[in-house]
């Protein structure tokens, strides 16, 4: 049978055909990338690549655009502060280097539309806000004079507003202004781009009333045009100065100036932010915003504050720190009495060299091997345990780990680790549930069979500073060295990791029967009652038991030591001969700042105050709040004072200003009636044994207020309630 198909029904076909693969696929596959792009989905690039592979596609600038965007990253910044870092987005450098040569592709295209021209404009502002965010002076400029060559005028503009930016950076203020200054507020390229840095630099220059109206102006020229675009310069930055000025600058300006540089390997780090906060506010005051940036030398001077007690920090894009140790200089916050200078380093990682990644484990012994490190005074080894250690995702906590010897400072750059002394220490603490069960690792340690733990060391000099470190700021796990540890967990250990810690004490409590001296048992006996199953089943008379028959077996002193760290006053009395002995056992190098806090406190037990005050003391790298209150107990009120005002003691809840004024108003005067009842509450605190959750201090706090008399020791006493969290009724209700 012939099929006869005539050649108009074949053209239609062959029309049709073209319409689908022409038109609808490559429309189909823009919508599904856009809707993904505004989903936030990584699948986004996937279909921005197949529209853009095409042979024949129209719209080709505004998927170059969008992919190109989309690869170079958001313009959020990772945020390093004194009290932590984080955020900023996930791209990376081979990401950023593939968005910019799309971006390019849009510039470089011949014969443009109207629509290729307004994504040429778009394009051109991402690819200098990239180099911004890669801190790259050089191209920034090669760009801002490739930009004044173009026939498009806005493009030109646009050039007009990086080169100003270039400027201000570099503190030109002058030269910045003038570059806006060629355009009038009724030019038709003015935007809120243009309101946005003219408000900048009348903030710099001193002019506050005139940078609030200048960036009112800019904001309602972004939204009279619809422009939600809340970045400028590769930065969220200047967003919401009108809300910045009202809450926070208005309050904290002053005179006072920081000063600093922002390195790499000795090296200036360009178009770094730099943030202030006041301390207590949090993660970061108003959503980081710029009080300072480093120029093209990597320098900085930020805007002028009052005195006070501040945190610092700096942002930079996310993408760049993925070889770069952060040498973290380990203060939790500045005290800004006058002009000062800090600085900011960065330095390459070191290479472990033994073992690699994923290494199994053969025994209960492991070499590590990494590059010397100079003018390292010593070394730690830190290891990562995951709360799912399968794809090593969920919460993480990296701790250092002994050697064999029980060393924790390392001298020498190869050791030997022993998983028997490994699994002497405790592992990370956390409790769930009504009841509050304790946390499996807490009991097994954080070294369990079949799981994977990657490995860092960390060089540090005399005096505990970190120098480098052999992981980057930022960095992928599975590209790290790391060891997995064989076998499986014993009947025992399964019910504790099943957290059937009752089952798991008859368990074990049978085994000992029979076998008096099983370490298993004997360890696990011993840190179950140490930490506790659920809150309040801790039994340190129990644990003492097992913990001295393990330590004797073992010969040291480990876990008896561990158990101390666990200990309350009252169990610490009891025991004070055993602790004596073990804190005298402490081979002289493993005594470190832990060694001495512990020490500190048991000296508390026994009301040694001047003992433990010399302990605390010992601790290299903070003031103890302890020093602190055994002085007030002793009426040293001039060293207190003498202390606080220096900046070197971490108050937490207190407030500064109000201790200075309630000490300067006690002076000498400390043989009252009121002191003594001061001194009771100080004693209280320095015992450890209140129990604030079932109100013990908040009566404390309630009978002294009825008693103290005189306003200066009132407001001693309200720091030092706040201090306790003592004001937190039972049922969480803050009393006044």
Known sequence: MKIRVKVKSIILFILAGLLVYLVVIPFTTLELAKYLDRKGSDKARIFYESFISKALIWNKSEALYEYGKGLTGADGKFQLMMMGWGGGGTSSLEDMGKGIAA??????????????????????????DSYIRLLSPEDLIYWIEWGKKSDN????????????FYHFANRDYDLAEELLNKYSEDSEYIDYRYYYMKGELALWKGDVELSKKLFEAGKDERYLKWNHNFSLFGSYSYEYRDYWFEDHYDKLRGNLKLRGKVSFNGKPMPFVEVYLQETGKGFRTGGGYLIGITDINGEYETLGFQPDRYEIGIGLN??????????????????????MEFDFSFVSPFKVINPGPEQVLKGNKFTVEWETVKDAAYYQVNVTAFSNPLN?????????????????????????????????????????????????????????????????????????KLLSSSAPLRTHYEDFPSIKIQGELTEGEKLIYNMKYEEAIEYYSNILENEPNNEEALFYLAKIYMVGYRKGKENYDKSMEYAARYDNLRANNSLKYKLIEFMDHKSRRKYRDIIKEVFNSIPKQNIDDNFYYNQGRYYLSLGEYTLARESFENIKSYNHIYIMYIDLYHGEIDKVLELISSGDLDLYNMNKKEMEKALKGIGDNIETKDYEVIKGVIQKVLSEDINRHDGEGNNIGKKARLEIKDSYIKILLEQIIQDNHWDIGVEGEKTI
């Open 153 to 164: 005028k806005k493009v030109n503009y646009t050039s007009d507003l990086y080169l100003s």
């Open 318 to 339: 996310q993408a760049i720190l993925y070889d770069k140790v952060y040498q973290n200089p380990s203060e939790r916050y500045i005290d800004l009495g006058r002009d």
């Open 392 to 464: 090593k995702s969920g919460g993480n906590m990296s701790f250092p780990i002994e050697d064999e010897n029980y060393n924790i400072k390392l001298r020498a750059n190869k050791v030997v680790f022993d998983m028997k002394v490994l699994r002497d220490r405790s592992g990370g603490l956390s409790w769930s549930g009504e009841e509050m069960i304790v946390s499996p690792t807490g009991i097994l340690s954080s070294f369990i069979p079949g799981n994977e733990y990657p490995i860092v060391v960390n060089a540090y000099d005399n005096n505990g």
């Open 103 to 128: 971006l390019k592709e849009v510039l470089e295209k011949e014969g443009k539309s109207n629509k290729d021209e307004k994504y040429t404009v778009l394009a051109y502002e991402e690819i200098m």
